[in-house]
C-alpha cells in the first residue's frame, strides 16, 4: 500500500463528489441479501455442516437402541413400532440442538464482526435475526431429510401415514423448529454471551426434550413428569408430528401445536427485535 | 444546518450505569472539516463516536448529524455516515470483494453496481490481489484498510474514524494516513479520534482534546501549540564540561534549565530562536562548548501534558507552562519538529 500510488485519488474514492444519495435497499431485498450471507456463512465449513447434519441419525440410532430395548410393545400404542412411534418425536426434538447452535452463532456474529457494521447502516434490524433463522431453519431441514432417509436405510421406517403424512409432520415440525430457533435467537440477543447461552441453554434443551412425550409415552412417567411433560409444548408437537406421520388419528394435537408454535415464535420474535435492538453497552 | 456545522453536539452525557463517559460535551464540526478528538483510553472518545454514529442514544444532551438529530432520526443519519472502528466490523469467512458487495447491496446498489463498487474500492486501498480470499487470511493492516472500505461503500458525507490505526505497523499507519488525507481532499467531513498526537497533528484541521467526558480544549494544531510556550532548546556540553557552570550562567541570563537529562541535556524553556543566540553567548563566556544544540517548537505532547497536567491538578487551566518538568516529557515525543 506504499507502492507507486501518489498522483491523483484512484476512481472510487471520494474525490468524486457525493452523488445523490441512494435509496437504501427494500426490505425485501435486504432481507434477500442478509438471507444469502447468512446461509453462506451457516455452511461456509463442511465439516460442520457433515457432523450437524449426521447428528441426528447418531441420535436415532442411539435412543432406538437403548429405549427401544426397555420399551415393552405394551406401553406403546397398538401395531406401532418404536422406531415408528420414536422418528416423528425425533423430528422435532432435533430441532432443539440446532436452535441452541443458532443462538450461539448469533452472540458470535454479534461481538464485533459485520452485526456491528449492521447497525451504523440504513438497515432494518430485525431483518438480521430473520435472515439468520431461515439460515438455520434451512440446515434444520436437511437433517429433517437425512433423518427420514437414514431411518428408511437404517431401520427401514415407513410412516404409516403415507407420504402425505410423513410431509405434513416435516411441514409441521419444520414450523415449530422454527418457534424454537426464535427461542435461542431472544435468548442470545438478550445475554450476548457465549458462556452464558451454553450454560442456561442446558436448561432449557433437557427438559423441552426429555419431558416430553418424545421417547416414552406420557402414561409411563412419573406423575409429576407426567404434568409436566403434558404442558411442554414439545410433547404437543410431538403428538402431532407423531399423529401425521403414523397416519392415525389426527387429532386436536395438529391445530394445537401449530397454534403452540406460531404463538411462540411471535412472542420470541417481539422479544428478540426488542432485544436486539439495545445498544452495545462497553 | 450549515451554520450550526454538519456536526452539531450540545451538552452531551452519556452514562453507563456507575460510569460517566460523557459529562457536557459541546462540539461543531464544519463542512468538509476533518476534527480530531484526541484523549487517554477512558476520555470518553469512543462514546461520542457511538452516539454520533447513532450506535447508542445520549443520556442527556442533544447530537445532530447532517442536520438529523442522531436519537429521534437515527436512519436519516445513517445514510450519510460512514463508521470506521477500533474493531474490525466485516465478516471473517467472506472474502473482502464479498464484504464490500454486501454492504453497498444494503445500501441500494444493484449486484452489478456493487460489484463495480467492490472492485473500485479494493484497487484503491490496495487490496485488488487479496480480494478474492476470505478476511480471515488477511493481516491486522489489510483488515482496517477493508474495515475502511467497508466505510466508504455507500459514498458517505461524514465519516467516523475512531482510532483507525491502532495495532498497526508504521509503514501501514502511514498508508492508512495518506489515505485519509485523500479523502479530505474530496471535501468529506472527518471526525478522527486517536490517542496519537503526530496523527492529530498531521491529519486534522482542527483538535478537540476530550478528558473525563469534557472538552478540555479545542483549536487548530498551532493554537493549541502556543498554549505551550515558545518551544526548548536543548543541549549537551562537550565531554569535559561542567554542566552545574553552564546552568549557573545560563540562570543569570534569566533562561535557567531543567534538571540535565539522562542522555547529558540540558533543556531551557525558549520564547523563540532568538533565545538560541543568547544561549550559545552565555556558554561561550563562561568557556562550556557545546557539541549539540536546538531549537524544538512545542509538540501537541507539550500541550496535552500541560493541559492535562493542569486540569487534573488544578480546575483553572494555568498559563503557558514555562516549567522545567516539560523537558522530560519531550523524550517520549517521537517527531519533534527541529530547526536548528
Same mark, same amino acid.
Given at each position: 500500500?506504499?507502492?507507486?500510488?501518489?498522483?491523483?485519488?484512484?476512481?472510487?474514492?471520494?474525490?468524486?463528489?457525493?452523488?445523490?444519495?441512494?435509496?437504501?435497499?427494500?426490505?425485501?431485498?435486504?432481507?434477500?441479501?442478509?438471507?444469502?450471507?447468512?446461509?453462506?456463512?451457516?455452511?461456509?465449513?463442511?465439516?460442520?455442516?457433515?457432523?450437524?447434519?449426521?447428528?441426528?441419525?447418531?441420535?436415532?440410532?442411539?435412543?432406538?437402541?437403548?429405549?427401544?430395548?426397555?420399551?415393552?410393545?405394551?406401553?406403546?400404542?397398538?401395531?406401532?413400532?418404536?422406531?415408528?412411534?420414536?422418528?416423528?418425536?425425533?423430528?422435532?426434538?432435533?430441532?432443539?440442538?440446532?436452535?441452541?447452535?443458532?443462538?450461539?452463532?448469533?452472540?458470535?456474529?454479534?461481538?464485533?464482526?459485520?452485526?456491528?457494521?449492521?447497525?451504523?447502516?440504513?438497515?432494518?434490524?430485525?431483518?438480521?435475526?430473520?435472515?439468520?433463522?431461515?439460515?438455520?431453519?434451512?440446515?434444520?431441514?436437511?437433517?429433517?431429510?437425512?433423518?427420514?432417509?437414514?431411518?428408511?436405510?437404517?431401520?427401514?421406517?415407513?410412516?404409516?401415514?403415507?407420504?402425505?403424512?410423513?410431509? @405434513?409432520?416435516?411441514?409441521?415440525?419444520?414450523?415449530?423448529?422454527?418457534?424454537?430457533?426464535?427461542?435461542?435467537?431472544?435468548?442470545?440477543?438478550?445475554?450476548?454471551?457465549?458462556?452464558?447461552?451454553?450454560?442456561?441453554?442446558?436448561?432449557?434443551?433437557?427438559?423441552?426434550?426429555?419431558?416430553?412425550?418424545?421417547?416414552?409415552?406420557?402414561?409411563?412417567?412419573?406423575?409429576?413428569?407426567?404434568?409436566?411433560?403434558?404442558?411442554?409444548?414439545?410433547?404437543?408437537?410431538?403428538?402431532?408430528?407423531?399423529?401425521?406421520?403414523?397416519?392415525?388419528?389426527?387429532?386436536?394435537?395438529?391445530?394445537?401445536?401449530?397454534?403452540?408454535?406460531?404463538?411462540?415464535?411471535?412472542?420470541?420474535?417481539?422479544?428478540?427485535?426488542?432485544?436486539?435492538?439495545?445498544?452495545?453497552?462497553? | 444546518?450549515?451554520?450550526?456545522?454538519?456536526?452539531?453536539?450540545?451538552?452531551?452525557?452519556?452514562?453507563?450505569?456507575?460510569?460517566?463517559?460523557?459529562?457536557?460535551?459541546?462540539?461543531?464540526?464544519?463542512?468538509?472539516?476533518?476534527?480530531?478528538?484526541?484523549?487517554?483510553?477512558?476520555?470518553?472518545?469512543?462514546?461520542?463516536?457511538?452516539?454520533?454514529?447513532?450506535?447508542?442514544?445520549?443520556?442527556?444532551?442533544?447530537?445532530?448529524?447532517?442536520?438529523?438529530?442522531?436519537?429521534?432520526?437515527?436512519?436519516?443519519?445513517?445514510?450519510?455516515?460512514?463508521?470506521?472502528?477500533?474493531?474490525?466490523?466485516?465478516?471473517?469467512?467472506?472474502?473482502?470483494?464479498?464484504?464490500?458487495?454486501?454492504?453497498?447491496?444494503?445500501?441500494?446498489?444493484?449486484?452489478?453496481?456493487?460489484?463495480?463498487? @467492490?472492485?473500485?474500492?479494493?484497487?484503491?486501498?490496495?487490496?485488488?490481489?487479496?480480494?478474492?480470499?476470505?478476511?480471515?487470511?488477511?493481516?491486522?493492516?489489510?483488515?482496517?484498510?477493508?474495515?475502511?472500505?467497508?466505510?466508504?461503500?455507500?459514498?458517505?458525507?461524514?465519516?467516523?474514524?475512531?482510532?483507525?490505526?491502532?495495532?498497526?505497523?508504521?509503514?501501514?499507519?502511514?498508508?492508512?494516513?495518506?489515505?485519509?488525507?485523500?479523502?479530505?481532499?474530496?471535501?468529506?467531513?472527518?471526525?478522527?479520534?486517536?490517542?496519537?498526537?503526530?496523527?492529530?497533528?498531521?491529519?486534522?484541521?482542527?483538535?478537540?482534546?476530550?478528558? @473525563?467526558?469534557?472538552?478540555?480544549?479545542?483549536?487548530?494544531?498551532?493554537?493549541?501549540?502556543?498554549?505551550?510556550?515558545?518551544?526548548?532548546?536543548?543541549?549537551?556540553?562537550?565531554?569535559?564540561?561542567?554542566?552545574?557552570?553552564?546552568?549557573?550562567?545560563?540562570?543569570?541570563?534569566?533562561?535557567?534549565?531543567?534538571?540535565?537529562?539522562?542522555?547529558?541535556?540540558?533543556?531551557?524553556?525558549?520564547?523563540?530562536?532568538?533565545?538560541?543566540?543568547?544561549?550559545?553567548?552565555?556558554?561561550?563566556?563562561?568557556?562550556?562548548?557545546?557539541?549539540?544544540?536546538?531549537?524544538?517548537?512545542?509538540?501537541?505532547?507539550?500541550?496535552?501534558?500541560?493541559?492535562?497536567?493542569?486540569?487534573?491538578?488544578?480546575?483553572?487551566?494555568?498559563?503557558?507552562?514555562?516549567? @522545567?518538568?516539560?523537558?522530560?516529557?519531550?523524550?517520549?515525543?517521537?517527531?519533534?519538529?527541529?530547526?536548528?
Amino acid at each position: 500500500m506504499n507502492g507507486p500510488r501518489t498522483t491523483a485519488p484512484p476512481a472510487g474514492l471520494p474525490a468524486q463528489p457525493h452523488g445523490p444519495r441512494r435509496e437504501p435497499a427494500g426490505k425485501a431485498a435486504q432481507l434477500w441479501v442478509l438471507t444469502v450471507r447468512q446461509i453462506r456463512l451457516v455452511y461456509a465449513d463442511s465439516r460442520v455442516v457433515l457432523f450437524s447434519v449426521a447428528q441426528p441419525v447418531v441420535m436415532l440410532l442411539l435412543i432406538s437402541q437403548v429405549f427401544g430395548s426397555l420399551a415393552d410393545r405394551s406401553i406403546l400404542p397398538r401395531g406401532v413400532s418404536y422406531i415408528e412411534f420414536l422418528l416423528p418425536a425425533l423430528l422435532v426434538t432435533t430441532g432443539i440442538g440446532t436452535s441452541q447452535s443458532a443462538g450461539v452463532g448469533l452472540v458470535r456474529d454479534m461481538e464485533g464482526g459485520m452485526v456491528r457494521r449492521f447497525r451504523v447502516l440504513p438497515l432494518s434490524l430485525p431483518l438480521v435475526l430473520v435472515a439468520r433463522s431461515v439460515a438455520d431453519l434451512t440446515r434444520s431441514g436437511m437433517q429433517l431429510l437425512v433423518l427420514v432417509v437414514g431411518g428408511h436405510l437404517l431401520f427401514g421406517y415407513r410412516a404409516g401415514g403415507g407420504v402425505g403424512g410423513l410431509v @405434513a409432520a416435516l411441514l409441521l415440525s419444520t414450523l415449530v423448529i422454527w418457534a424454537l430457533i426464535w427461542i435461542f435467537i431472544a435468548l442470545a440477543a438478550w445475554l450476548r454471551k457465549v458462556e452464558v447461552l451454553s450454560s442456561i441453554g442446558f436448561f432449557v434443551n433437557f427438559p423441552l426434550m426429555f419431558a416430553s412425550s418424545a421417547f416414552v409415552p406420557v402414561e409411563v412417567l412419573p406423575g409429576w413428569l407426567a404434568a409436566v411433560a403434558t404442558v411442554n409444548p414439545v410433547s404437543h408437537a410431538v403428538e402431532a408430528s407423531r399423529d401425521l406421520a403414523l397416519g392415525g388419528q389426527a387429532g386436536s394435537e395438529v391445530p394445537a401445536a401449530l397454534c403452540a408454535g406460531l404463538g411462540l415464535m411471535l412472542v420470541m420474535m417481539l422479544l428478540a427485535f426488542r432485544a436486539f435492538r439495545r445498544p452495545p453497552e462497553e | 444546518m450549515a451554520a450550526d456545522g454538519v456536526i452539531h453536539v450540545v451538552g452531551l452525557h452519556k452514562r453507563f450505569g456507575a460510569v460517566q463517559a460523557l459529562r457536557g460535551v459541546d462540539l461543531t464540526v464544519a463542512q468538509g472539516e476533518v476534527m480530531g478528538l484526541l484523549g487517554h483510553n477512558g476520555a470518553g472518545k469512543t462514546t461520542l463516536v457511538n452516539i454520533l454514529s447513532t450506535l447508542m442514544p445520549p443520556t442527556a444532551g442533544t447530537a445532530s448529524v447532517a442536520g438529523f438529530d442522531v436519537a429521534g432520526r437515527p436512519e436519516e443519519v445513517r445514510r450519510r455516515i460512514g463508521v470506521t472502528g477500533q474493531f474490525a466490523s466485516l465478516d471473517e469467512q467472506l472474502s473482502g470483494h464479498d464484504n464490500l458487495v454486501l454492504v453497498a447491496r444494503l445500501c441500494g446498489a444493484s449486484r452489478a453496481r456493487a460489484g463495480r463498487r @467492490a472492485d473500485e474500492l479494493l484497487e484503491a486501498f490496495g487490496l485488488g490481489d487479496a480480494g478474492r480470499r476470505k478476511a480471515v487470511t488477511y493481516s491486522g493492516g489489510m483488515r482496517r484498510r477493508l474495515d475502511l472500505a467497508l466505510g466508504l461503500v455507500g459514498r458517505p458525507e461524514i465519516l467516523f474514524l475512531d482510532e483507525p490505526t491502532v495495532g498497526l505497523d508504521p509503514p501501514s499507519r502511514i498508508g492508512l494516513w495518506e489515505m485519509v488525507e485523500e479523502l479530505t481532499r474530496g471535501g468529506t467531513t472527518v471526525l478522527l479520534t486517536t490517542q496519537y498526537l503526530e496523527e492529530a497533528d498531521r491529519l486534522a484541521d482542527r483538535i478537540t482534546v476530550l478528558e @473525563a467526558g469534557r472538552v478540555l480544549v479545542s483549536g487548530t494544531a498551532a493554537e493549541l501549540k502556543s498554549r505551550a510556550g515558545g518551544g526548548f532548546i536543548s543541549f549537551r556540553l562537550e565531554p569535559h564540561g561542567d554542566p552545574a557552570v553552564a546552568a549557573e550562567a545560563l540562570r543569570l541570563a534569566g533562561l535557567p534549565p531543567g534538571a540535565e537529562t539522562a542522555r547529558g541535556e540540558l533543556t531551557v524553556p525558549a520564547e523563540g530562536s532568538a533565545d538560541l543566540a543568547t544561549v550559545i553567548r552565555v556558554l561561550d563566556t563562561v568557556g562550556q562548548n557545546v557539541t549539540e544544540i536546538r531549537h524544538s517548537e512545542p509538540s501537541l505532547d507539550d500541550v496535552y501534558l500541560a493541559l492535562t497536567g493542569a486540569w487534573s491538578r488544578d480546575p483553572v487551566p494555568a498559563g503557558p507552562p514555562r516549567r @522545567a518538568g516539560v523537558a522530560k516529557a519531550r523524550r517520549h515525543t517521537a517527531d519533534p519538529r527541529e530547526t536548528v
